[in-house]
């Protein structure tokens, strides 16, 4: 277990981002039923954590993508991390939307983009990565060369790490579904008991509680 990983997962769990409910499901939007449910918008109201989870993807960025021209966040939950981490590195910022604007200039990219321009992307969560890789798909379809892409948390889906071998894109992530665990035992968030049912759910997460 990487030391930072430790550290943002104890972080975020302080200001309770993180919610772990094995008995009693959220639904997400997708229809899933998930005993966890992960809530980083809160991370922007807390000026000490916002700080260091800014600090972090830095950290990440300075050590993976020096020759990074422009900062990419993907709305809505990555806009202003994506903006606060191109401020403190002086560097232009740009976010995609989910869809083009149905009015005005239709924009799907909002901000000055140039073709080419060497991009990282910064995400709050991914689950399937569906709709992390539709923004840098539409980053790329632009002309822009997508570096790589760094997020708050990944859930650890399969799915997810055959979608992003398959884009060729690389994805590093603050904290991770398997520290999360880790960690709830360690500090009795969740029982061992109810480990077995976290796992299958990680497994098989679109079946998962409709058995």
């Known amino acids: 277990m990487k030391d930072f990983q430790l550290e943002v997962t104890k972080r975020l769990l302080q200001i309770n981002t993180i919610k772990v409910q094995p008995s009693n499901p959220f639904t997400w939007a997708s229809g899933w039923l998930s005993p966890i449910y992960c809530d ?3 991370i922007l109201s807390y000026p000490e954590t916002r700080k260091f989870i800014c600090d972090q993807f830095i950290r990440v960025i300075k050590d993976k993508y020096p020759d990074v021209e422009v900062i990419a966040g993907v709305a809505t939950g990555a806009i202003a991390h994506g903006a606060l ?9 740009v976010y995609v939307r989910s869809k083009p604007k149905d009015h005005g200039l239709e924009n799907l990219i909002e901000g000055d983009l140039k073709p080419e321009q060497r991009i990282v992307v910064i995400e709050d969560l991914v689950s399937t990565g569906g709709s992390s890789l539709k923004a840098a ?11 790589g ?6 859930y650890n889906f399969p799915v997810a790490t055959q979608n992003f071998e398959k884009a060729c894109i690389e994805l590093t992530t603050l904290r991770n579904y398997q520290t999360l665990i ?3 035992i360690e500090i009795g968030e969740i029982e061992e008991k109810e480990l077995k049912r976290l796992q299958s759910w990680r497994e098989n997460p679109s079946k998962w509680g409709k058995e």
């Open 149 to 154: 892409m760094v997020a708050i948390f990944t």
């Open 85 to 93: 981490v191109a401020e403190k590195l002086g560097l232009p910022f």
């Open 137 to 147: 798909e539409a980053l790329t379809n632009f002309g822009g060369d997508v570096l």
């Open 182 to 184: 880790n960690y709830a």
């Open 40 to 42: 980083n918008r809160k």
